[in-house]
């Protein structure tokens, strides 16, 4: 499934809030729609997030009337900062964004109907370059998966999450496709729920062998030995490794550590932000307070009861036994391998664009 498809100059986008009971698309015909698509997760997962603003841009370029640059430029700055503002954790958003507003000044002799064109191009390519990324990461994910495995997930890091194939479900789909004996095991995420909801559905629809259970019981399965590795995506990854995803990201890697189990993170490295020392630095967006005491717009708890909902934790890169992206696969000292990882882009001789 695509979760984001650019089509007759509007943005559709599958509804994720609707999943998996109704699978329905929302269009989007201006920038203002697709921030309210971020905000509210009708659309998420960072790189659909980055992809999502990429093309918000775009409607908010097409939407510019006249021809005059300065004017048209303080219009871009205008909605780049209203797309920014959406969510604060996921890199990818910032990164799409700061990437189009590049494009725009690269292209500051051109006149404005042109850098509308152009801005779209760079949108689609952007989509187009982490979908291969995403393959990229699980060909090189399938590499630490054994023959057999159980492996244990949190979230949604899937097709729903970027432009297509995953980037920890990228791995899992790599190791099925090449005959590998794979069974997930699907940590359900609360508040939202998007490994029940959205995980489950994506690796049934691929005849992935998967099993739901609660966050609680992860450690419990640990135990009884069936589970062999832990991958999971990433929002935003620390020049030191430390990485931010999704609530509960963290116990897991501490509970993989005491039981000896491998704990890999999958993302393109788009999401890495050498820019931040460590996870200290990294902003955790807290959420609605309803998330946590409804499901499905039922209250399930007392009205009223105080809540605390941050909507992503900081694993310590000490927990973590190595970050795969497209660019190679990171280990320990981290520091020392995402600032080589960085440099192999500007190395790269596969034809590959520039970031
Ligand atoms: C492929 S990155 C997916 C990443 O994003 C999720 O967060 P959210 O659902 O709030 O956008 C979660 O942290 C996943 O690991």
Redesign the pocket.
Known sequence: MRSIIWEKGKLKLIDQTRLPLHVEYIECCDFHAVAEAIKN?KV????A?GAAAAYGMVLGALAFEGNEKGAFRAHMNRVAEVLKQTRPT?VNLFWAVNRMLRKIEELSGREVPEIKQRLLEEAHAIYQEDLEMNRRIGQLGNQVVPPKAGILT????GAL??AGY???LGVVRAAHEAGKEIHVWADETRP?L?GARLTVWELMQDNIPVTLITDSMAGYVMRQKKIDLVI????RIAANGDVA??IGTYGLAVLAKEHGIPFYVA?PFSTVDLALDSGNEIPIEERDCEEVRCIYGQRVVPEEVEVYNP??DVTPHHLITAIITDRGIARPPYRETLAQLAQYDQDDNSGRKEK
Request: a positive charge; aromatic letters at 4%.
């Open positions: 997760m998420r997962g960072a790189p997030i996921a949190h979230c949604n890091a999450a970027t995953g980037t920890a939202l998007q999971v995506g990433a929002d995803n999704k993302a909507a992503f």
